[in-house]
């Protein structure tokens, strides 16, 4: 680890490392403060997960939106909806019982302050009524989802058109206007503290990374350049004289460290939002190395909402989205997918061949949102008789992910699903089966014979060969349930389509890790926390790498980073 009183390259009083939705409001309100700040950020634009996401923000607690459109709502009923621990999802588990309180009482209490905020530095939002769109974990009073307005062409340059951009662009104006200082291609690598776990922060280390795609030679450049720090030295040494704020987006893409919550997180699952930016808990890890604690394991591991996704975009190793191809990350992304508008048109199989459930039950549930449950009386333990159960909807990620037959020694790998369909399911769907639609190099396969396809299969993450045998009688048996009407083995409602026409086609469709949900500890300031519950000063964290606050997405990280960065300003200055 570094020593404290080297040389240092660079100085701010603020210094936030990660530019996406916690690390933009951050910044601002920061530099709103009085305080100079750096952002310092891994990927060669900001945005992070945030720039790529559906742009759905939920901020609720009595906003002007909600006025505006007749909604109540405040911060009391934020908190108390998002503390209830008698709330649970379809499956039976519970959304918002291992919350913490402290971390709750503030989100409600910022709730607010921050959609205003945001609307002060530039986001447009979508002229609607607050609802509970795209949303999971908003709480059963009130509808709270914003949709944030991005249209092509209209100056936000999006890494691959997406609506969280019309989020993302706006704070990033807003913060270079302010003078808010950007280096980006740095990661940071560690923290540096007074004693090894003892003191203040006193600033961090960072690497040069520059991203290449392949077949370029040149690194990619950021939309915007005014306010950024253009140093290609291999490492830089900032110091934080106030603070240093942690906003890096949690863990979903460190496959060791997502699996100390879930060992069911092996490698053959991908992440949302790669290959544009990775929340490779970079963060988490340099904090626990000067002392920092984790907090509300449980939030990763509870089985709600969108922890697990399987994705209708298929034959694409980043199958969670269709990507451009005027996208930047284009030539690393390499297919645009196969968008699957119904689970009747393919059998998905384990990398054995065998089917292991109903295909209509693939898409994620979403968490409870306004009026889920009805009647709801809050903190009442018969919430719970207001359910509909369904159990079985969750089955897939389970089968899916740990059961996988040749999950074997040494590795006991998890493996590939495969999405199985044929030439008419391509004629029907108006599919086309080659790139860029499609990556044949590891992600997509065709043959004559299902014999031939089961041959062909060759992935990373395929542990030995599918048997051809084993594919053949699981479309035959597939085949005679559609003759009858009846899937007898999973309950598929009416099986509609054979797979019965050469060519024959194997396309990636395993699930993806969205979020993180559980991180380091912090207090209502946004500080984090040690092992004995002291505060570590000068270090403070927000958005998906803090832990103790199961929500999904937009609102938690904002609003985060909006706490953070008021706090982080009012420091001393230490030096
Ligand atoms: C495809 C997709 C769709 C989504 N849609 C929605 C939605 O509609 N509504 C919603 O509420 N939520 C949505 N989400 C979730 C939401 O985008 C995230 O919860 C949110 O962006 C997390 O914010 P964050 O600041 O914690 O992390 P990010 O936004 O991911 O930002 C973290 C930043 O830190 C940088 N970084 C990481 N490590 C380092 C390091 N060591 N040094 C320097 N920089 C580093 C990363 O490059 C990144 O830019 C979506 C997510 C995805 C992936």
Not at 402 to 428: H, K, L, Q, T
Request: charged share 20%.
């Amino acid at each position: 680890m570094a020593q404290a009183g080297d040389i240092w390259d660079l100085e701010a009083d603020v210094v936030v490392i990660g530019g996406g939705a916690a690390g933009l409001p951050a910044a601002i309100k920061a530099r709103d403060g009085g305080s100079s700040v750096i952002v310092v950020e891994a990927n060669y634009d900001v945005g992070g997960h945030a720039i790529v996401s559906g742009g759905n923000v939920p901020l609720g607690g009595g906003t002007s939106a909600q006025k505006k459109y007749g909604i109540k709502d405040s911060p009391d009923t934020v908190f108390s909806d998002l503390t209830d621990w008698t709330v649970v999802e379809n499956n039976g588990w519970p959304n918002y019982r291992y919350n913490d309180r402290e971390v709750m009482r503030a989100f409600a209490d910022n709730c607010a302050p921050t959609f205003e905020f945001l609307l002060e530095n530039g986001v447009k939002f979508k002229e609607i009524a607050p609802d509970n769109q795209g949303g999971h974990c908003l709480g059963n009073t009130a509808p709270r989802e914003n949709h944030a307005f991005w249209t092509k062409g209209a100056g936000l340059e999006s890494p691959n058109a997406r609506p969280g951009t019309g989020l993302m662009r706006p704070l990033e104006d807003s913060a270079r206007k302010k003078g808010v200082k950007f280096l980006l291609n740095h990661k940071m690598t560690g923290f540096i503290r007074q004693g090894q776990k003892s003191g203040a922060i006193l600033g961090l280390t960072a690497e040069y990374s520059p991203r290449i795609m392949p077949g370029q030679s040149t690194p990619l450049k950021s939309f915007r350049s005014d306010g950024n720090i253009e140093s290609t030295k291999p490492s830089v040494r900032i110091r934080a004289k106030k603070g240093v704020i942690v906003a890096t987006g949690g863990m979903t893409s460190d496959v060791n460290f997502r699996r100390m919550y879930d060992p069911r997180l092996t490698e053959v699952l991908t992440v949302a939002g790669e290959p544009y930016s990775y929340q490779d808990a970079s963060g988490e890890r340099a904090a626990m190395e000067i002392g920092a604690s984790l907090w509300g394991l449980v939030n990763q591991t509870l089985e709600v909402g969108d922890q697990i996704r399987t994705q209708r975009v298929l034959g694409t190793k980043w199958n969670y989205m269709n990507w451009e191809l005027e996208s930047p990350i284009f030539p690393l992304v390499k297919a645009v997918g196969l968008t699957l508008k119904d689970w009747q048109n393919v059998i998905l199989v384990n990398q054995v061949g065998k089917r292991f459930f109903d295909e209509t039950k693939g898409d994620y549930p979403h968490g409870n949102v306004a009026g889920d449950i009805d009647p709801y009386t809050p903190n009442d333990y018969r919430n719970h008789d207001k359910i509909h159960f369904h159990p079985n909807h969750y089955n897939f990620f389970n089968a899916a992910v740990a059961m996988n037959e040749y999950s074997e020694p040494p590795e006991y790998s998890g493996g590939p699903i495969w999405a199985i369909f044929d030439a008419d399911a391509v004629a029907r769907n108006k599919w086309i089966v080659e790139p860029p639609h499609v990556d044949p190099d590891g992600y997509f396969f065709s043959a004559n014979t299902l014999k031939e396809l089961a041959a062909k299969i060759k992935s990373e993450f395929q542990a030995k060969p599918m048997s051809g045998e084993v594919l053949e009688a699981t479309a035959a048996r597939y085949n005679s349930f559609v003759d009858k009407g009846t899937d007898e083995d999973f309950g598929k409602p009416t099986p509609k389509y054979k797979i019965a026409q050469a060519p024959f086609y194997a396309a990636w469709g395993t699930p993806n890790v969205h979020d993180t949900r559980s991180g380091l500890r912090i207090n209502a300031n946004g500080q984090v926390l040690d092992m004995n519950g002291q505060i570590i000063p000068g270090l403070y964290c927000a958005g998906e790498s803090a832990g103790g606050f199961n929500q999904h997405g937009l609102g938690r990280c904002t609003t985060q980073g909006f706490i953070c960065g008021g706090n982080a300003a009012k420091e001393p200055s230490r030096g």
